[in-house]
């Protein structure tokens, strides 16, 4: 069986990360709870995948800002055309590509910002180990 990697991290914004993450990138809601020990929480990410995305929040936290510039989810695309509709659904959605601090990721991609500052970056290229 392969593992699940979920990765998970405070919001104070489930409104924009839903923006960012579903309408922009095309994730799923594949779940949603309510004050579990005070948590809520959304799960994004693609039926049936290794991966996924979990943000939480809790009234009497705040959420940290985003590491920095170089902290970066990667979503390797290596279909161009793939990737050119995955970069129409971001701007669709109202978000433009920010300057990657790396200029490695503008050479094959497009960086975007969400909300938060969070970044990720749509990669057109394969990878392999």
């Not at 699940?4 to 594949?30: M, N, P, Q």
């Not at 709870?33 to 929480?41: I, K, N, P, T, V």
């Amino acid at each position: 069986m392969t593992p699940v990697l979920r990765i998970a991290r405070a919001s104070d914004d489930f409104e924009g990360v839903l923006r960012f993450y579903e309408r922009g990138l095309g994730f799923d809601v594949l779940a949603r709870f309510a004050d579990h020990d005070g948590f809520d929480g959304l799960i994004l990410g693609h039926p049936n995948g290794p991966w996924h995305l979990e943000f939480t929040r809790h009234p009497d936290h705040v959420a940290p800002p985003p590491p920095g510039p170089e902290s970066l989810l990667v979503l390797y695309l290596p279909d161009p055309s793939a990737w050119r509709a995955a970069v129409a659904r971001m701007t669709g959605a109202g978000f433009d590509p920010v300057p990657a601090l790396n200029p490695y990721w503008n050479m094959r991609g497009h960086t975007f910002a969400d909300p938060e500052g969070w970044r990720v970056v749509l990669q057109n290229a394969g990878w392999s180990v």
